[in-house]
């Protein structure tokens, strides 16, 4: 099988790892997106602001590959601040239909102690899988 590194038009490149992978039989594997921009910034230390630019990231990327939002099969979240997630619901359900919109693809949600990133405050990663001309 093989496969094609996915890397949004304009973003900061990646080091060490790559924010999408795209297999030839039109699986899309999006590496965690954190709340930092394009250029690998934080423009806000507030969960729902980062959770909001972490999901345009995982969509950018999907965007990226030639796919949309309804491509996306599974999101895998990764929170270091279980009760301010539970707290903001509502919020996380607006930003989210903001972004991606009624589709619910089938989720995980994991608390950790700590992400790689210290302003980082939480981490998704992504699966889509596109359609193929075959």
């Not at 950018?60 to 949309?68: I, K």
């Not at 309804?70 to 989210?96: H, M, P, S």
Request: net charge negative.
């Amino acid at each position: 099988m093989t496969h094609t590194v996915v890397q949004p038009k304009g973003w900061a490149p990646a080091k060490g790892y790559a924010n999408g992978m795209l297999t030839s039989d039109g699986t899309l594997y999006v590496g965690g997106q954190i709340g930092w921009t394009a250029q690998q910034a934080f423009e806000t230390h507030d969960f729902i602001g980062q959770m909001e630019q972490a999901l345009r990231n995982i969509l950018d990327v999907v965007q990226a590959a030639g796919g949309q939002a309804e491509d996306i099969t599974r999101l895998t979240w990764f929170v270091i601040n279980k009760k301010e997630y539970v707290a903001r619901q509502r919020e996380v359900g607006e930003v989210y239909r903001r972004v991606l919109g009624r589709h619910f693809p089938a989720m995980s949600m994991l608390v950790v102690a700590g992400l790689v990133e210290d302003d980082a405050l939480l981490e998704i990663e992504a699966t889509a899988h596109l359609k193929t001309s075959d």
